[in-house]
Every structure is written in structure tokens, then in C-alpha cells.
């Protein structure tokens, strides 16, 4: 008996998995934003402390061949590109700093 629950409990660990995986993604790029705090420096359409995303997607002409440079500078932070005030890393995985990265190349 032991032995035929083996499988079937294997593959409910692998759909816990797949679920978290899938409502992890669920959250829009601009909830994610929210959530980790992006709105405290920045703004879709004016600058706060940090640029607005709308300059920082035409710097990077919308273009999505930009997305893991942006990405890197989101998770691990940057200094002297916008001026004199640093952005310090930010606590988001690779996958969420590439879909913020999307998301924020993706204004217009």
C-alpha cells in the first residue's frame, strides 16, 4: 500500500509546486510594484525620487532587448545613471526584476 501512495504523493508535491509557480506569476506588474515598494521612489508618469518609468523606457527606446540590463539594475541596484541619488538593490527575485523590467519598457 505504502509503495502505490508513493507516486500519487510525488505528484501532489508537484502540483503544489506548479500552483505556487502559477499564483506567484498571477500578481499584475504593477500590483508586484506595489507589493515590493517600487512606488516609494518612483512613478509611472513623473519623477519622485528616482525617475519616472515613462523616461526610463524611452531611454531604453521601449525596447525589450533592454530587459536584463534593466533587470540587473533593478535587483542589484545602480549609482550615477539618473543623477546622484543611488538606487539600492532591491529584494526581488531575477523573474520579478524581468517582469518589472517588461512591464516598465512596455510605457509609453
Known amino acids: 500500500m505504502k509503495n ?3 507516486p500519487k504523493m510525488g505528484l501532489l508535491a508537484l502540483a503544489g509546486v506548479v500552483l505556487t509557480q502559477v499564483s506567484a506569476m ?11 515598494g517600487c512606488f516609494a521612489c518612483h ?7 528616482g525617475p519616472s518609468w515613462k523616461d526610463v523606457a524611452a531611454k531604453y527606446h521601449h525596447n525589450l532587448k ?4 534593466l533587470a540587473k539594475h ?5 549609482a550615477g545613471i539618473w543623477g546622484p541619488v543611488p538606487m539600492p ?5 531575477p523573474e520579478q ?5 517588461r512591464f516598465i519598457l512596455s510605457l509609453h
Open 43 to 49: 512613478a509611472i508618469d513623473h519623477k519622485v525620487v
Open 97 to 101: 526584476a524581468k517582469e518589472l523590467a
Open 74 to 78: 533593478i535587483k542589484n541596484g545602480n
Open 26 to 36: 498571477a500578481i499584475s506588474p504593477q500590483a508586484l510594484a506595489q507589493q515590493k
Open 4 to 6: 502505490l501512495l508513493r
Open 89 to 93: 538593490p532591491q529584494n526581488v527575485t
Open 66 to 69: 533592454y530587459v536584463s540590463d
